[in-house]
């Protein structure tokens, strides 16, 4: 199934005993309070998890491009092995 990542926020407003998301991709949602402040719980969870995958990902590619470079520098021949 394709989906579609959004970057843009969605905009919460409050009425009587409503919680009401509008999100991207014209998603419309009327949450009790509770469920809204479940559901904010779980966003935050789901989104620091999500936040520190990324930061994990960033830094295993980073390991992975200086390993390459590294490897790439020690097979080239060095001026001194010619002397």
Partial sequence: ???II????????????????HGPGNV???LTPDAAVRTA????????AAVGLQIF???LTKRKE???????SARR???TDYV
């Fill in 57 to 59: 990902a960033d830094e």
């Fill in 28 to 30: 419309d949602i009327s």
């Fill in 66 to 72: 200086d390993l390459r470079k590294r490897q790439r």
């Fill in 6 to 21: 959004y970057n843009a926020p969605s905009v919460i407003e409050s009425a009587p005993s409503e919680v009401i998301m």
């Fill in 41 to 48: 719980d779980e966003l935050l969870d789901k989104a620091s």
């Fill in 1 to 3: 199934m394709d989906h």
């Fill in 77 to 79: 021949p060095r001026h």
